[in-house]
């Protein structure tokens, strides 16, 4: 259907996807340069941008330790105070650990309210004067789940974002897993948040991609004997291809740009997981080599769980 499937580059994993913007701001901020590292963000393009730039922030380990030194030298700017609020709720996450909730420790949970209290506080700040800051109030989406408020008020939250831009893709992402039943929500919800999305997004969005994650977290939920049958349906394998049809698949797209790699992983081990070996082909082909901690750091080591995905789907399709 889409041609054989090229030689792809030794895997390996690589927080900056390949984009020189987002590995010259990752670079400043590890060397505290952080003049430099603010004439990086404020080149973002649109709000999507700024947003994948800002989870390159919060994968830097250390910035609370010295992002005071930045806000007290630019007092009149907020941009450090979001910088310092946004690396907070990734620095919360860390404290929590990766694991369900009856894995993890008081003192593990103790920590993670604390930092997310923490970092809604700098997000606070940011919005008191500029209320239309849309990373501050998509940072607050995060929050929310990790910090379980109300329905009505988390819906709000995510509102707040899309009112100002309609097609934010972190916010709809972190929407999305605070409507998983893991958190606050239900499969029925998750799912009816996704296919809602990806119905009004355009051709080649990358909010299509929320449909592959629907499935992955429906089948993470499922026991290992249902869990492995989830993916033989029909249904599934026709939803996963017609979300990739309008997005990684669309003649148009071109797999490049800022967040692109883990949006289009999850559609890589989705098909994988469904056996719809020719369509995991073509999205392999397409990440060429790139591994990205999400979604395969969700089974184990990322470049392990990468390879063994990638040469199972290889092998298996030349056998079809």
Known sequence: MWGFMKRSKAPALDPTYGDPHR???????????????????????????????????????????????WIDAEPDSTLPVLVAGCHAVHWAWEARGGKRAKYTTAEQFKGFHERLHYAESLLEKVLAREPDNVTARAWLVTSARGLGVGAAEARERFEAVTRLHPGHVVAHEQRLQYLCAKWSGSHEEMFDFARGAAAAAGPYSLLHELVAVAHFERWEATDIEDGNAYFDSDEVRAELLAAAESSIFHPDYVPAGPGWAPRLAIFALTFELAEEFDAAAHAFALLDGMVTEWPWQVLGDPVEKFTASRDWVATNRGAA
């Open 23 to 69: 590995k010259a701001l990752i670079r400043a901020l590890e060397k505290r340069r952080w003049k430099f590292a603010r004439e990086l963000l404020t080149m973002a393009a649109d709000p999507d941008e700024m947003a994948f730039l800002m989870e390159a922030v919060g994968g830097v380990d250390g910035i609370q330790d010295w992002i005071g030194e």
